[in-house]
């Protein structure tokens, strides 16, 4: 049964950057692609960012240029560097396993930017 545990959330001040980080566990990750969701409040969760096992990313038009998804396969992590922050960045961010859509959840962590 695949684990996913993410951290590095937190409070930053609007342009901040944060480095949210996935640690993967019971199950081999290199062969799934990896993505990055949030949900703020009274909204359905969204999609972030993917990176597929084979390294091609994707990312929600809102991100593109301030975020970056990464991954190193050899010790089972998945990243999301985020800069320039905005109010609107304010989520929980989980993140998810990916083979022909999400099949494993980590539990998330809050992300809020504040003014």
């Known amino acids: 049964q695949a684990r996913l545990v993410e951290s590095g959330g937190g409070l930053v001040q609007t342009g901040g950057s944060l480095r949210l980080s996935c640690v993967v566990s019971g199950i081999i990750f290199s062969i799934d692609g990896m993505g990055w969701y949030r949900q703020a409040p009274g909204k359905q969760r969204e999609l972030v960012a993917t990176l597929t096992s084979t390294g091609t990313t994707n990312y929600a038009d809102s991100v593109k240029g301030r975020f970056t998804i990464s991954r190193n396969n050899a010790k089972n992590m998945g990243y999301l560097q985020m800069n320039n922050l905005k109010p609107d960045d304010t989520a929980v961010y989980y993140c998810?396993?990916?083979?022909?859509?999400?099949?494993?959840w980590g539990q998330g962590t809050q992300v809020t930017v504040s003014t």
């Open positions: 998810a396993l990916l083979r022909n859509g999400p099949r494993y």
